[in-house]
């Protein structure tokens, strides 16, 4: 696999010199040099291609009119990119007190802005004096119930950046809210790192090698796809520029596990991919299940024999056929994996199991005799997951904490602002809006008050939350057997039958709880 983490640790702009409308002028100087630098070194393809002594005197300015007009675009493009891909989406803004969802509202503006608080306080302990805050960024969502997508549009600087929510991403019967919230802070995350000249560069040599690629899709005209064709081996600089984009994703992942919402991110990563599974069990019982489906141990041979037999034992489909040779498994494992690593080669995003693992690794818990295990160690076992859940909220306090200061220091100079400009009428709205927003704090369940039941909302936050077990493990059956009910029912536009589905799942509830009681 291609490893540029090298050039992520230094092209983070973890220093940011300021932050304005307009970049910094070294950053303008450095897109003027890309451009020169791409534009020359594509002069010189062509020419070693066509030859440069039979057509100089007409393929060649073709050719170069063709890279200034290409060139030209990709700057209009990463200029106004938020303005481009908004219009190009058909998005829509989200407007201030506007709740989406309604067994679990979401309110997108006030958590937003938390979770920019929060963002703010943690690179504010790392940088000092040199952090500068990021703002919030445009909030806009589009018209696709069917999937959940959040696109992050970075901008040309921080103050230009948008979030795009698809309106299946607000769709509470995937994930509750601290599960989203994580998700959205790991993208203020790459927003809050898109400064300086090394993410600019990356950003811009992105839009360019897209721009040339694009070039050969077929319906454009034959000049547009011979340049494409010629300018072909440049293209390969997309392996580079993608490669660096997968390293600023799990960047933006490991930052969200400092602040203390690792646990989250994982759940959230599971639900995004498969939100219909009830059950995400911890890896050391994935290891367990998968040793009971394995091979017999090879004959006590040594060496590279015994590597071989087991790449071949820990790469089987767990319920495969293993009645033949292992070295016929070997290329069918084989096949496989290659399948695997050329689609990560070609994305920019990482693959969801290679990214959980990453995170895993890194979202720790301490024991009772002082003892770090992370959450992809054999130790971390299913008795231990509801630890992790409340260290890790334990520890988010103080970051909470300072983001209610923030929040409240904002409060007043916003309310100050409405008072200078006569709009008393106003404040009530801003004062409610300016609060911390406790569905996603340390002592949030990640669910919203709704009209559920609230042995029912009891058991929804015990599963989803993974509070410590009830003292009947037959509750916990009970809770399960509640919740996928609630999740596979289709929620009613008319209050009418909503009330009788709830009266429903509240007396299955009655039925299932006997002399028992669901306790948190």
Same mark, same amino acid.
Not at 18 to 46: C, Q, R
Not at 411 to 416: D, L, P, Q, Y
């Given at each position: 696999? +291609? ?21 910094? +002028? ?27 002594? #039979? ?27 938020? %303005? ?12 201030? %007190? ?70 299946? #991403?607000?769709?509470?019967?995937? *994930? ?37 690629? @694009?070039? @050969? ?68 019982? +994935? ?59 070609? @994305? ?8 959980? =693992?990453?995170?895993?690794? +890194? ?11 992370? *959450? ?14 409340? =260290? ?5 306090r103080t970051l909470y904490t300072a983001a209610e200061k923030s929040i409240a220091l904002e409060k007043e100079v916003t309310i100050a602002k409405a008072k200078r400009r006569k709009l008393e009428d106003l404040i009530p709205s801003i004062e409610q809006r300016l609060q911390p927003y406790d569905v996603i704090g340390p002592d949030g369940s990640g669910w919203? $008050? ?47 039958? $909503? @009330? ?6 509240? $007396? ?13």
């Amino acid at each position: 696999m +291609l490893n540029f983490a090298w050039l992520a640790e230094i092209t983070t702009g973890r220093r940011p010199g300021f932050a304005s409308i307009i970049p910094p +002028l070294k950053t303008i100087f450095a897109l003027l040099a890309l451009a020169m630098v791409m534009a020359g070194g594509m002069w010189l393809w062509t020419g070693f291609w066509t030859g440069i002594y #039979a057509n100089l005197a007409t393929f060649i300015p073709m050719i170069g009119k063709g890279l200034a007009a290409t060139l030209g675009l990709t700057v209009l493009n990463f200029w106004f990119s938020r %303005d481009i891909n908004a219009a190009m989406m058909s998005t829509r803004d989200i407007r201030d %007190d506007v709740l989406y969802g309604p067994t679990n509202p979401v309110d997108v503006t006030k958590m937003v802005n938390q979770l920019c608080h929060e963002v703010n306080a943690h690179f504010k302990a790392q940088f000092g004096d040199a952090h500068r805050d990021l703002p919030v960024p445009v909030l806009l969502t589009y018209t696709d119930d069917a999937n959940f997508k959040i696109v992050t549009l970075e901008g040309r600087n921080p103050g230009k950046a948008a979030l795009i929510f698809s309106s299946g #991403a607000f769709d509470m019967r995937r *994930m509750n809210q601290r599960q989203l919230a994580a998700l959205i802070q790991k993208e203020l995350v790459k927003i809050y790192l898109r400064r300086g000249i090394g993410r600019t560069f990356v950003g811009m040599l992105s839009d360019l090698a897209t721009s040339l690629e @694009n070039l @050969n899709a077929p319906g454009n005209a034959w000049y547009f796809r011979a340049l494409g064709w010629l300018t072909g081996p440049f293209q390969l600089v997309l392996l580079w520029e993608r490669s660096i984009s997968r390293t600023y994703e799990y960047e933006a992942s490991a930052e969200v596990v400092k602040m203390w919402r690792g646990p989250d991110l994982i759940d959230a990563m599971d639900r995004k991919v498969c939100p219909s599974q009830l059950v995400f069990p911890m890896k050391s019982t +994935l290891k367990r299940n998968q040793s009971l489906h394995k091979r017999d141990p090879y004959p006590a041979i040594g060496g590279p024999i015994k590597s071989f037999t087991d790449w071949v034992d820990q790469h089987e489909y767990a319920r495969a056929d293993k009645t033949g040779w292992r070295i016929v498994s070997y290329f069918d494992c084989g096949i496989n994996y290659t399948i695997y690593f050329i689609n990560e080669v070609l @994305n920019r995003v990482p693959r969801s199991t290679n990214e959980k =693992q990453f995170v895993l690794s +890194l979202t720790e818990v301490i024991l009772s005799d002082g003892r770090k295990i992370a *959450m992809d160690s054999d130790e971390a076992t299913e008795a231990l997951k509801p630890l992790f859940y409340q =260290q890790h909220r334990e520890k988010s306090r103080t970051l909470y904490t300072a983001a209610e200061k923030s929040i409240a220091l904002e409060k007043e100079v916003t309310i100050a602002k409405a008072k200078r400009r006569k709009l008393e009428d106003l404040i009530p709205s801003i004062e409610q809006r300016l609060q911390p927003y406790d569905v996603i704090g340390p002592d949030g369940s990640g669910w919203a $008050s709704t009209s559920l039941d609230p042995n029912l909302q009891e058991a929804i936050r015990h599963y989803m939350w993974q509070q410590p077990q009830p003292q009947h493990n037959q509750n916990i059956n009970q809770a399960q057997a509640i919740l996928y009910q609630f999740k596979q029912q289709t929620v009613a536009n008319d209050a009418q039958k $909503s @009330n009788e589905q709830d009266q429903d799942l509240e $007396s299955q509830v009655k039925q299932t709880q006997g002399n028992r009681s669901v306790s948190i």
